[in-house]
Each structure stands twice: as structure tokens, then as C-alpha cells.
């Protein structure tokens, strides 16, 4: 018979598939429970109330001003030192020692017109000047006969000439030729080079005085009695106290507003003494440093001296429908806070004219309210409380 035989299986493999399952168990129970733990986490933190944290707003306290508009006139101020218009500096053409003067040759003497300021020793030039005087005396002396005999008609004309003359004033002016013979003989004698040489020494004498082309002061001296002059030396500067000009620079985009001919308006910088000048001159080229344009000024009046720093107003057409706000108030130069309730507001500006402290503004309306005093920190939507007394 055949045998049957049964497969019995190992009784020692059969707890294994209880273990796996506890495992697998185990980890979803972790995982759960770690999910739980984050979800309830942001509930239990969002269910605590935080403590309200209060703001104070901040109110600054401002003193306002209500805008009215006029008519503004315009005023451009500008700053410059007076000069005398008439100066003349005084130079040496010649050479000799300076001689003591009626008057002392020092800063502030005056000398009335023509009269010597300075006198330089001309003697030895003088002597000179003599010597060649007596030289033309001579040639026309010993041209005398021959005029006598070839030229009878003209000789009484010579003679009376000789007659005047003196080595000691000015040689006298030669009298004039009546044909062409004659003026080819006195020619060809050197009468007329020796004549026109003297002439020349003449002029030369006269610049060894020096007078006043005007009622003038002194206000520089740089040679003393005494000293030994050189030509080409300057001697010194005299100025005209009459007449006076002030150089101020102004702004290119102020041009429409000066012209000359035009009166200005001279002050000490104390605005204590004023005086009215008169625009002579403008200067057409704008200095590319400053970007201004120089025009001359013409005064005079009493207590005027050169060297004075003074204040020129040149007045122009007025601006109407305007507002003067100071300067301090300007954001930027193109805008400025306005009060909008109780808050501030930053608008722009329509700026007609700068003044020194102030700006001409022409689009403000009647009645808006504009600060009085700038407010550090301000910013657009500020909040305020006005304080005006």
C-alpha cells in the first residue's frame, strides 16, 4: 500500500503576524497624535486674548495766518562797493628829483582845478632846452642876408620874427611861407627841423608839473620830496569826490526788471542815509560763475566816500493778486504746507518773484490758511490745534 503523508506545518513560525500588526498600529497612532498635537496647538494659541496696545496721536500746536491778496511791489537788493568815477592814476614821464609842493603831496590833500600837484626839477632840462633855442636863433640870423638879397619881400617878415623871439619863453611859431622858393630855402637852412625839435622839448618841460585836470583829492602817494623820480614811476592816484559808481551784480532772470536810466535806491547798510543813483550802464555778458549781469550805477550826494558797501533797490513793476510768504515756509522752493481742517496739507506753488526773505506766491486764494511759523517734522496729513492769540 502506499503511504499518505501529511505536510504539518512548524508550530514556532505562526506569532509572527501579530507583531507586524502591533507595529503598524503603533506608528498611525503616533502619527495621529502628532497631527492632533499641531492642530489643537494654533487653537489654543489663537484663543488667547492679546492685551489692546493703545496709539496716542500726536497734535502739533501751530500758529496760522490767513492769506489776503495785493498788489506786491518788486524789489531786487543787491549789495556793492562805491567807486570814484573819475580816477586818475599819476605816472612820471620824465626824471628828476621831486621839490617840495605848496601843499603836502599826501592821501587826502585836495587841489583845486589847475592847480600843481607836483613839481619835479627841470632844471638841467631846461638848460637844454635853451641851448637848442639859441640854435635855431642863430640859423635864422645867419640866413638873414641871404634873404636880404634873393628874397627882399619876405625879409621885414624874418626880421620881426627875430625881433620876438626870447631863449627864455616858448620859441614862437614860425611864420608862414608865401611862395615855394622861400619854403625850399628856410628848409634847406634846418631852420624848420631845429624849430619843430624845440617844440617837441617844450611839451616834454610841461610834464615836469603835474596839475589837477579837476577838483580832486590825493588818495595815494608813493614818492616823497626828495626822491629821485623815474619815468614811467607811479607817483600816486587822485579821485573826484563829485561823482560816484557802484558795480552790482543781479541775478539774469531779474533783467526784465532793471533798465538803464533807470533811479535806484542807495542805502548805507545801517539804512540810515539813502541816496538816488541812476542805472548808466549794463554789462550784456552774464558771468558764467555767477550767472548774474553787472550794472553800473551813477551817484552823488553828500557824505558819499569811495570804498562804502551799500545796498542798491532797484524797484520794478508790481505783482498783482499775490501773497508774500517768508521763505522759511517753502518746501523745496516749490511748495508749503496749508491747514485742511485740522490736519495739514503739502500743495505746490506758483512763485512769481524771490525776495530776500521772502516769496512772492500767486496762487494762494483769499482766505486760505497758511502756517505762521514752520513746524519741524510736518508732513502732508499731519494733525494739528491752532493756538492764535
Given at each position: 500500500?502506499a503511504?499518505?503523508?501529511k505536510?504539518?506545518?512548524?508550530?514556532?513560525?505562526?506569532p509572527?503576524?501579530?507583531?507586524?500588526w502591533r507595529?503598524?498600529?503603533?506608528f498611525?497612532?503616533?502619527?495621529a497624535?502628532?497631527?492632533?498635537a499641531?492642530k489643537?496647538?494654533?487653537?489654543?494659541v489663537?484663543s488667547k486674548?492679546?492685551p489692546?496696545?493703545?496709539v496716542?496721536?500726536?497734535?502739533?500746536?501751530?500758529?496760522?495766518?490767513?492769506?489776503?491778496?495785493s498788489?506786491?511791489?518788486?524789489?531786487?537788493i543787491?549789495?556793492?562797493?562805491?567807486q570814484?568815477l573819475?580816477?586818475?592814476e599819476?605816472?612820471?614821464?620824465?626824471?628828476?628829483?621831486?621839490k617840495?609842493g605848496?601843499?603836502?603831496f599826501k592821501?587826502?590833500?585836495?587841489y583845486?582845478?589847475?592847480?600843481w600837484?607836483l613839481?619835479i626839477?627841470d632844471?638841467?632840462?631846461?638848460s637844454?632846452?635853451k641851448a637848442?633855442r639859441?640854435?635855431?636863433y642863430?640859423?635864422?640870423?645867419q640866413a638873414?642876408?641871404?634873404?636880404r638879397?634873393?628874397?627882399?619881400?619876405h625879409y621885414e617878415?624874418w626880421?620881426?620874427y627875430?625881433?620876438?623871439?626870447d631863449v627864455?619863453t616858448d620859441?614862437?611859431?614860425?611864420?608862414?611861407?608865401d611862395?615855394d622858393?622861400?619854403?625850399?630855402?628856410?628848409?634847406?637852412?634846418?631852420?624848420?627841423?631845429s624849430y619843430?625839435k624845440?617844440?617837441?622839448?617844450?611839451?616834454r618841460?610841461?610834464?615836469?608839473r603835474?596839475k589837477?585836470?579837476f577838483?580832486?583829492?590825493?588818495?595815494?602817494?608813493?614818492?616823497?620830496?626828495?626822491?629821485?623820480?623815474?619815468?614811467?614811476?607811479?607817483l600816486g592816484e587822485?579821485?573826484s569826490?563829485?561823482v560816484?559808481e557802484?558795480?552790482?551784480?543781479?541775478?539774469?532772470?531779474?533783467?526784465?526788471?532793471?533798465?538803464?536810466?533807470?533811479q535806484?535806491?542807495?542805502?548805507?547798510?545801517?539804512a540810515?542815509?539813502?541816496?538816488?543813483?541812476?542805472v548808466?550802464r549794463i554789462?550784456?555778458?552774464?558771468?558764467?560763475?555767477?550767472?548774474g549781469?553787472?550794472?553800473?550805477?551813477?551817484?552823488?550826494?553828500?557824505?558819499?566816500?569811495?570804498?562804502?558797501f551799500?545796498?542798491?533797490?532797484?524797484?520794478?513793476?508790481?505783482?498783482v493778486?499775490?501773497f508774500e510768504l517768508?521763505?522759511?515756509?517753502?518746501?523745496e522752493?516749490?511748495?508749503?504746507?496749508?491747514v485742511?481742517?485740522?490736519?495739514?496739507?503739502?500743495i505746490?506753488?506758483?512763485?512769481s518773484?524771490?525776495?530776500?526773505?521772502?516769496?512772492?506766491?500767486?496762487?494762494?486764494k483769499d482766505?486760505?490758511?497758511?502756517l505762521?511759523?514752520?513746524?519741524?517734522?510736518?508732513?502732508?496729513?499731519?494733525?494739528?490745534?491752532?493756538?492764535n492769540?
Amino acid at each position: 500500500m502506499a503511504q499518505t503523508h501529511k505536510l504539518i506545518s512548524n508550530p514556532t513560525t505562526m506569532p509572527e503576524k501579530p507583531i507586524i500588526w502591533r507595529g503598524i498600529i503603533g506608528f498611525i497612532l503616533g502619527v495621529a497624535l502628532v497631527f492632533l498635537a499641531l492642530k489643537f496647538k494654533d487653537r489654543i494659541v489663537a484663543s488667547k486674548k492679546q492685551p489692546a496696545i493703545k496709539v496716542e496721536k500726536q497734535v502739533k500746536k501751530v500758529i496760522t495766518d490767513t492769506v489776503r491778496n495785493s498788489s506786491i511791489p518788486v524789489e531786487i537788493i543787491e549789495k556793492g562797493t562805491l567807486q570814484a568815477l573819475r580816477k586818475v592814476e599819476l605816472y612820471s614821464e620824465v626824471q628828476g628829483i621831486m621839490k617840495p609842493g605848496q601843499k603836502l603831496f599826501k592821501p587826502g590833500q585836495s587841489y583845486r582845478e589847475g592847480e600843481w600837484i607836483l613839481e619835479i626839477d627841470d632844471s638841467e632840462f631846461l638848460s637844454s632846452l635853451k641851448a637848442e633855442r639859441s640854435v635855431i636863433y642863430n640859423q635864422i640870423a645867419q640866413a638873414m642876408p641871404d634873404i636880404r638879397l634873393d628874397y627882399p619881400e619876405h625879409y621885414e617878415k624874418w626880421s620881426a620874427y627875430l625881433g620876438r623871439f626870447d631863449v627864455n619863453t616858448d620859441v614862437p611859431l614860425l611864420p608862414s611861407f608865401d611862395e615855394d622858393k622861400e619854403r625850399f630855402f628856410i628848409n634847406s637852412k634846418g631852420i624848420v627841423t631845429s624849430y619843430y625839435k624845440i617844440r617837441n622839448l617844450e611839451e616834454r618841460l610841461k610834464k615836469f608839473r603835474i596839475k589837477a585836470p579837476f577838483y580832486c583829492l590825493l588818495t595815494e602817494a608813493m614818492v616823497f620830496p626828495g626822491a629821485l623820480v623815474r619815468p614811467g614811476q607811479k607817483l600816486g592816484e587822485i579821485i573826484s569826490p563829485a561823482v560816484y559808481e557802484m558795480a552790482v551784480s543781479v541775478d539774469a532772470s531779474y533783467i526784465n526788471y532793471i533798465q538803464t536810466d533807470q533811479q535806484v535806491k542807495l542805502r548805507d547798510l545801517e539804512a540810515q542815509n539813502t541816496w538816488t543813483g541812476r542805472v548808466v550802464r549794463i554789462d550784456p555778458v552774464v558771468n558764467t560763475v555767477t550767472q548774474g549781469i553787472t550794472a553800473y550805477i551813477e551817484v552823488r550826494g553828500k557824505g558819499l566816500k569811495a570804498g562804502m558797501f551799500l545796498e542798491a533797490i532797484f524797484s520794478g513793476t508790481p505783482v498783482v493778486n499775490s501773497f508774500e510768504l517768508s521763505r522759511k515756509l517753502l518746501i523745496e522752493n516749490k511748495s508749503t504746507f496749508v491747514v485742511r481742517g485740522d490736519s495739514l496739507a503739502l500743495i505746490p506753488l506758483t512763485i512769481s518773484f524771490f525776495k530776500e526773505s521772502t516769496a512772492v506766491v500767486s496762487n494762494l486764494k483769499d482766505g486760505d490758511i497758511v502756517l505762521k511759523n514752520p513746524v519741524p517734522g510736518a508732513y502732508d496729513g499731519m494733525l494739528i490745534e491752532v493756538i492764535n492769540p
